[in-house]
């Protein structure tokens, strides 16, 4: 983030010390169901929700979701339960992003797929890959909880060390 420096950037549902933190050098929309009541200059909170962005189609230099879109559409933060609601997200989040703009996103990840009751969905690394077609991969990070290889964190899911890590994606839409 601090290295591209965007305009601006939209969050979808990350923490607030993520947006609190880096909308001191680049301002921040933060999007979430249920909005941090926080005031800050270069910092906006909105009530929405990811499956329904009140952004225009290509307007957005860049979007960050950091281990939140697993969470969407399962009612656990006040949301709407949409059994598709991370899918929905994502094409949101592929709508809005301007073309040549990024999107940083991470979720978790195992060795296979599964949904956690009312809690979180957890996604393969190719599963993740193939959510943001028309973008490219320009960095990846695996952590499981410290940064690991992906074979690691296979290794320790696959183990039941973890039951998931997290894969962060830098992806960058073709213009």
Do not use: W
Request: glycine share 8%; proline share 6%; charged share 20%.
């Amino acid at each position: 983030m601090f290295r591209l420096r965007p305009e601006y950037f939209v969050d979808i549902g990350s923490q607030t010390a993520f947006c609190t933190i880096v909308s001191r050098v680049v301002s921040c929309i933060a999007i979430d169901a249920r909005p941090t009541p926080l005031y800050m200059e270069g910092l906006e909170y909105r009530a929405e929700e990811a499956q329904n962005l009140s952004f225009d189609d290509g307007s957005v230099p860049m979007l960050t979701s950091l281990h939140a879109p697993e969470h969407f559409g399962l009612g656990r933060y006040g949301d709407t339960l949409d059994y598709h609601g991370t899918a929905r997200a994502v094409t949101e989040y592929l709508r809005v992003v301007a073309p040549g703009g990024y999107l940083m996103v991470a979720m978790p990840c195992a060795a296979k797929s599964q949904i956690v009751f009312n809690a979180v969905r957890i996604y393969t690394r190719d599963m993740m890959r193939e959510m943001f077609p028309g973008f490219d991969v320009l960095d990846e990070l695996f952590l499981a909880p410290d940064p690991v290889s992906y074979e690691q964190l296979l290794r320790r899911t696959g183990e039941n060390i973890i039951r998931s890590g997290v894969y962060g994606l830098l992806l960058q839409k073709h213009a």
